[in-house]
């Protein structure tokens, strides 16, 4: 789930969402006035009694005509602003919080404080709106020590944005120590406040605030240092029904509790429970008298502490996943965008950035999974790459738990988003009855309108009585990205109508689901909206249960945003299948823990990553125990496909059956393709892959029927679009492999060529590896943009040297090959050219022709070669068609000519 960003400036550049600033608020697609709750009695000035100064030390440094003595509370004035800025003053007041980060025996810097001290009037005046303490910008000056009595010379100025802003003297400061020793009595303040500005007569102040107070956001505790704090506990989100509130009120009992440090990924990270990865601090623990200076800086004010902060773990992490009890466990989980395509955020990468990252996000993920153990799983944000990411955790969870423990329901290619549902499951404790089904018809395109996301659903049968269940996964379309105009923010975040439309769709999704021999149907996963807003209205509206509604309170909740928590992730059940819920259960691993414990590597100078499962994402996954009522047996066949929606005339087009089974003992009695033009039907034998060659453009739909011999059928379809390519000359009708680089350690580069004088649209293409001369993809890549006549495109390995990564390459784990891997391109499904021979693994580790091999060289394609190899099963002699060069050889990489 994506929200927006804000920015926050403080000596030097930090950039973050800041969700404690009214504007933030209005600008992530809050509704809720500023004003405070009528309920709340403005908060008073406090009367604080100082201890009694008798004598205050005598101040003889000199003051000039041009800078007169002026009362603190003088400059400050009764509004935000100094009525003084730009003047010239000397002031007198008590050190009451140093912070210039000066080495004591040196006076150099030691520490990216805050550049300075703030000093407070001892005497108040008698206007409560006048702050007595003003911030002092000396980074050059003499170490300050708390309870110095100071006369200090400085140009009045506001640092900061406009209304966001801390007065201060800076400039070219003078400091003269008049005395020490004088004591400062901090000024108590309480929440909640009168309104948003009533802190401002305590800026630069000595404070303690007197009650306790839990951590309510931890989103910038590793990049900058501070954690939001609020009153009475963790705060919830208005709509999720915990509490009544606002999102105004909840601003006006929460204070930010700041690092007294302008470093950015400060190490070692402030205010964790201990040292190393072991510490945490998690959302709920709890401080009393929290005492130090006021800031106001980036839109809120903070308190840069005088006295450690003694914090209260009060909410511990719980080692094992909640207790459901019955005979099976469902779960869902969303997992952050898992991608095995490595590279830069993008519209089609968002996931891990190097495979350094990747590795950490596969391990924090498979702790998770493995510790919920449940026996059908459904996952969200996964790659949308016709199941190699969701193989590849697969095969890592099962190195951790056992071979064959879980598997995938095959679900292929579908939707239009780059991240999609899948669903796992135990196949020794449920068994799959029939395939996979998507919604089609109105159903599938209000549902995916809004995000290009459809649900998925599979039935399954517990394999001790046969009770079976549908499981249906959900990703609705996500708050953030708020529009203009439309269905903006009307409170409850932005897209909640597109929400709606997709909650009934759902719900027409299910009830066919019902007709097909069913009616119990569990419905799971992140619907992006909390408890009370009109999506989750909608669900209950059709009968179904809202499971969540079953925990505690105080635990139900998966997701904190803006220091609100509240329940995104949810699970419901129909009328039928209510009854068989034996408990339902939050394991809160993610939500209440710091983002920096995450798997990313940047902005971590203090990088206490460890391979567990907090903090594997940001939504914590969801739990339902289920005891079926037994159940008749029914077996019914399973077909899996993968349907390309693109074609042309000019080139072969084509698909895969990846599974093709008969239900139960049933044996597959036919399989066959109807391509949807009126030609033949293609007949297959078995799983496998199936081309056809359309002679008109047009729009298709193509439909895989299975019959087993039980004469049950299943069938997968598709819509397919088939155009005419552009008229181009003649010449070279394909793009083909201009270069392989298979070098030492991760030094592993493909660069692939446009010999047409037109420029290609590579969303048709991919590339796929196939490890150890199998016949099974182990990897894929799907080529996205354009690529013009004569230039080349370059995917590289993450972790490959520079003189590999020219400009505009694209990292990608599919250059996760050696020598012994045979590597294709294809087009629509159907092969235009290979490296290496599908289905054969050669002898001595490569393909070698006298001194070519595909081993610890660089490959580079003959300039008289002009078109691809298509035939991917056939011998293949590296001699014929490369050029070879020594290993790790990439001056060629990045461009290549073809003879005339």
């Avoid at 034996?582 to 990553?609: C, S």
Wanted: aromatic residues 6%.
């Amino acid at each position: 789930m994506t929200f927006c960003k804000l920015s926050r400036v403080w000596r030097v550049l930090k950039i973050a969402c800041v969700p404690l600033v009214l504007a933030a608020m209005v600008a992530c697609g809050s509704s809720d006035s500023t004003s405070p709750d009528p309920g709340t009695p403005p908060a008073q000035p406090p009367v604080v009694e100082q201890p009694p100064v008798a004598v205050l030390p005598t101040c003889t440094a000199e003051i000039s005509a041009n800078a007169p003595l002026t009362d603190i509370t003088t400059v400050q004035g009764a509004t935000t602003t100094s009525p003084l800025v730009s003047q010239t003053v000397t002031v007198r007041g008590v050190v009451v919080g140093g912070f210039q980060g000066l080495s004591p025996t040196t006076g150099s810097a030691t520490t990216a404080q805050l550049g300075g001290f703030f000093i407070q009037q001892p005497v108040p005046d008698a206007d409560p709106l006048t702050s007595e303490g003003i911030f002092v910008f000396a980074p050059s000056a003499a170490q300050a020590q708390a309870g110095d009595y100071v006369q200090v010379q400085g140009v009045v100025s506001e640092f900061g944005s406009a209304g966001s802003t801390i007065t201060q003297l800076s400039g070219t400061v003078t400091v003269n120590v008049c005395g020490s020793g004088v004591a400062i009595k901090p000024t108590p303040i309480t929440l909640p406040l009168a309104d948003a500005t009533a802190l401002e007569r305590y800026e630069g102040m000595l404070v303690e605030f007197t009650q306790t107070l839990a951590v309510t956001e931890l989103f910038e505790l590793g990049r900058f240092g501070q954690i939001a704090m609020a009153l009475d506990g963790r705060q919830f989100h208005p709509n999720n029904g915990n509490v009544t509130t606002t999102n105004a009120k909840n601003l006006l009992e929460r204070i930010v509790l700041d690092d007294g440090s302008t470093a950015q990924n400060p190490s070692p990270t402030p205010y964790m429970s201990a040292a190393g990865s072991a510490g945490t601090r998690r959302i709920g623990d709890t401080v009393q008298k929290l005492t130090g200076v006021l800031s106001h800086n980036f839109g809120v004010y903070r308190v840069h502490p005088t006295v450690a902060a003694a914090f209260v773990n009060a909410n511990s992490r719980t080692a094992t996943a909640p207790a459901v009890s019955g005979t099976l466990k469902v779960a869902s989980f969303n997992v952050l965008n898992y991608f095995t395509t490595i590279g830069p955020s993008s519209a089609t990468v968002r996931g891990a950035n190097t495979t350094q990252e990747f590795a950490r996000q596969q391990a924090k993920i498979v702790e998770a999974i493995a510790g919920l153990n449940a026996d059908v799983l459904g996952l969200i944000e996964i790659e949308n790459n016709n199941d190699v990411a969701t193989n590849s955790l697969v095969a890592a969870l099962n190195a951790k738990m056992g071979a064959g423990t879980y598997a995938a329901v095959n679900s292929g290619l579908f939707g239009t988003d780059a991240i999609k549902v899948d669903i796992l499951y135990k196949p020794l404790k449920v068994k799959r009855i029939g395939s996979t089904v998507l919604p089609t018809g109105d159903d599938l395109a209000q549902y995916t309108a809004a995000s290009g996301r459809p649900p998925l659903a599979q039935r399954f049968a517990a394999l001790d009585n046969n009770g079976s269940f549908w499981f249906v996964v959900n990703h609705f379309k996500s708050k953030g990205s708020c529009p203009s105009s439309g269905d903006t923010d009307l409170g409850q975040g932005c897209w909640n109508a597109a929400r709606t439309v997709q909650a009934n769709a759902l719900n027409s999704f299910v009830s066919k689901l019902k007709t097909q021999g069913e009616s119990d149907v569990l419905m799971m996963g992140d619907i992006n909206s909390y408890l009370l807003e009109d999506p989750p209205k909608a669900l209950e509206a059709a009968g179904n249960e809202s499971l969540l509604k079953r925990v505690p309170a105080n635990d139900r909740f998966t997701y904190v945003f803006g220091g609100e928590t509240g329940a995104l992730d949810h699970a419901y059940a129909s009328a039928s299948l209510a009854s068989q819920v034996t408990g339902v259960g939050v394991w809160h691993i993610n939500a209440d823990e710091p983002t920096v414990l995450d798997y990313n590597t940047e902005f971590k100078t203090d990088d206490r990553y460890a391979a567990t499962p907090y903090r594997a994402s940001d939504h914590d996954p969801v739990m339902v125990g289920l005891t079926l009522s037994a159940d008749a047996v029914v077996d019914l066949p399973i077909l899996s496909a993968s349907i390309p929606d693109k074609a042309s005339t000019s080139a072969p087009y084509g698909l895969t059956v990846t599974e093709a089974t008969g239900g139960g003992s049933a044996t597959l009695a036919s399989l066959s393709v109807d391509w949807g033009d009126g030609t033949a039907n293609t007949a297959l034998a078995s799983a496998g892959p199936a081309t056809h060659t359309y002679a008109a453009a047009g729009t298709y739909t193509v439909v895989i029927t299975l019959t087993d011999s039980a004469a049950n059928t299943a069938s997968k379809s598709a819509v397919v679009t088939v155009t005419a390519p552009p008229p181009v000359s003649s010449g070279p009708s394909d793009l083909f492999f201009s270069e392989y680089i298979e070098g030492s350690a991760s030094n592993k580069a493909l660069e692939i060529y446009n010999p047409t004088t037109a420029t290609v649209d590579l969303t048709s293409y991919a590339v796929k590896v196939y490890n150890n001369g199998t016949t099974t993809v182990s990897n894929l890549y799907t080529l996205t943009g354009t690529l013009s006549p004569g230039a080349v495109v370059v995917l590289v390995n993450a972790n490959a040297t520079t003189t590999l990564k020219v400009p505009g390459s694209f990292t990608t784990t599919v250059t996760f090959f050696n020598g012994d891997d045979a590597i294709t391109l294809e087009k629509s499904g159907v092969v235009i050219d290979r490296i290496g021979q599908v289905g054969n693994l050669p002898p001595g580790g490569a393909w070698t022709s006298g001194a070519v091999s595909t081993l610890n060289q660089t490959l580079r394609r003959k300039p008289s070669v002009k078109s691809g190899d298509n035939n991917a099963t056939a011998a293949f002699d590296p001699a014929l068609q490369w050029d070879s060069f020594p290993i790790d050889t990439a001056t060629g990489l990045g461009a290549h000519t073809v003879n005339p």
